[in-house]
Nanobody, 116 residues
Framework: QVQLVESGGGLVQPGGSLRLSCAGSGFTFSSYAMRWYRQAPGKERELVATITNLGGNRNYADSLKGRFTISRDNAKNTAYLQMNSLKPEDTAVYYC?????????WGQGTQVTVSS
């Protein structure tokens, strides 16, 4: 059974940091590019960051460069999103996504709330 399970979300003050984790199981994790998306209330889901299957290439939404870092540990079947200098506008549900040429999987999402 394929699963992607996000964790690490929560309430953080503006300027704070969080690290999200996405644990994959039931598929060959190292064969999939990993992506983080987010969806704020009343807004469309947007792509936050992408990392290739072996971690050699990473891309970010232009508005997030310098604050967010995507990484992965294929030995642990886990992807990460390090989020620094968080702003209230980063409040959203964050989803991880695994994709290759044939299949695509989604996690259930984790809520991130940035508020004082």
């Amino acid at each position: 059974q394929v699963q992607l399970v996000e964790s690490g979300g929560g309430l953080v003050q503006p300027g704070g940091s969080l690290r999200l984790s996405c644990a994959g199981s039931g598929f060959t994790f190292s064969s999939y590019a990993m992506r983080w998306y987010r969806q704020a209330p009343g807004k469309e889901r947007e792509l936050v960051a992408t990392i290739t299957n072996l971690g050699g290439n990473r891309n970010y939404a232009d508005s997030l460069k310098g604050r967010f870092t995507i990484s992965r540990d294929n030995a642990k079947n886990t992807a990460y999103l390090q989020m620094n200098s968080l702003k209230p506008e980063d409040t959203a549900v964050y989803y991880c996504n695994a994709r290759n040429d044939f299949f695509e999987y989604w996690g259930q999402g984790t809520q991130v709330t940035v508020s004082s």
